[in-house]
């Protein structure tokens, strides 16, 4: 598995989802948010609906924190909008090294300044953060509860706190801050089994039903003269038509896609999400040479196997407990 895939698809788990994840501002919601009263009760399915419309309906222009951590933090600056089914997105990073990421539709340009490069990829095989209405919806309810535990107020909006609990030791527990009135998320962390804040992203301003057209933000996607374009190419494929299977399925987690990645030197990349969390299996060939720290790794609420399979070299990454993605390298099989 390639630092560089890895990193890609990071960049777009974190900032392509608006509700991505992190970890830093140092309260706890059932510190900080008043008691709920009167509120009615929705279900899982009917929290996360709401949620995932206000984020495709609603244009908006925000400063985006992601923290991980007492001392990893990483911030962003957004444009977000919509235009009937049409979204465009601009994600101009603000800490480290300069990037500029734009989204039309599920066509993803990154701009790397200092390389004059700009890669180019499909949102689809990126396994993005949630996928919500391309799992079976209607079974998140088996695997989380929800419940809304209190108000508060985030970059000057008023928003209502659930919680996610989930229902087994396989996927990390979610706290909400969605917009009262759109039901935007407009801060979301990442917790533990005990209740631990892994991650957290949140908006530190945000400014809602922003006046921006899509065209606008399309015609920033023009590539500047002398850059080169580097094109992520991913095949769809199945694995069973590349001689993969699992001996038993992790429970909750559906297929969702299979890909292999030509750009990156033909890795397999199979799919799988509980319409919350997603876990990506990146297989290839082992390499005695590349190839030589098995192991278990954590950063933020991103964790990473890596193992040897004979003779490949499988790289298990997701926003999960790494026993769950254990459990897909021990049921992971050649079958060919």
Not at 31 to 50: C, K
Not at 118 to 138: H, I, M, N, Y
Not at 193 to 198: M, P, T
């Amino acid at each position: 598995m390639t630092t560089r895939l890895l990193a890609s698809r990071a960049l777009a788990l974190r900032w392509l989802a608006v509700v991505a994840a992190g970890s830093m501002f140092g309260f706890a919601a059932a510190q900080t948010a008043t008691p709920a009263r009167n509120a009615p009760e929705r279900t899982v399915g009917e929290w996360l609906a709401r949620m995932h419309e206000a984020s495709r309906l609603r244009s908006y222009v925000g400063t985006f924190v992601v923290s991980s951590g007492a001392a990893t933090f990483s911030s962003a600056r957004i444009w977000h909008a919509c235009e009937g089914q049409h979204q465009v997105e601009r994600v101009e990073t603000l800490t480290g090294a300069p990037r500029s990421t734009f989204r039309r539709n599920d066509d993803v340009l990154t701009f790397i300044p200092e390389h004059r490069l700009v890669r180019s990829e499909k949102r689809e095989s990126l396994g993005v953060f949630p996928d919500l209405f391309k799992s079976a919806a209607g079974t998140i309810g088996d695997f989380y509860t929800a419940n809304r535990i209190g108000s508060d107020r985030v970059a000057g909006f008023d928003a209502d706190v659930v919680q996610l609990a989930p229902k087994d030791g396989l996927r990390f527990g979610y706290r909400i801050w969605s917009e009262k009135k759109s039901g935007l998320v407009v801060k979301l962390q990442t917790l533990d089994k005990d209740g631990n804040v892994l991650e957290q992203a949140a908006f530190s301003e945000l400014q809602l039903d922003a006046p921006l057209k899509p065209e606008r933000i399309a015609q920033q996607m023009v590539v500047p003269p002398g850059w080169r374009v580097e094109k992520a190419e991913a095949q769809k494929t199945t694995p069973a038509a590349e001689g993969w299977g699992l001996k038993a399925a992790v429970a909750g987690f559906a297929p969702m896609s299979c890909y292999r990645r030509v750009s990156d030197g033909g890795v397999l990349q199979w799919i799988f999400s509980d319409g919350l969390a997603s876990v990506s299996l990146f297989v290839e060939p082992y390499d005695r040479q590349r190839h030589q720290q098995e192991g278990a790794f954590a950063s933020g609420a991103t964790h990473t196997v890596v193992r040897r399979l004979q003779d490949w070299w499988l790289t298990a990454v997701g926003e999960v407990p790494v026993q769950t993605l254990r459990a897909f390298a021990d049921n992971l099989e050649r079958r060919k």
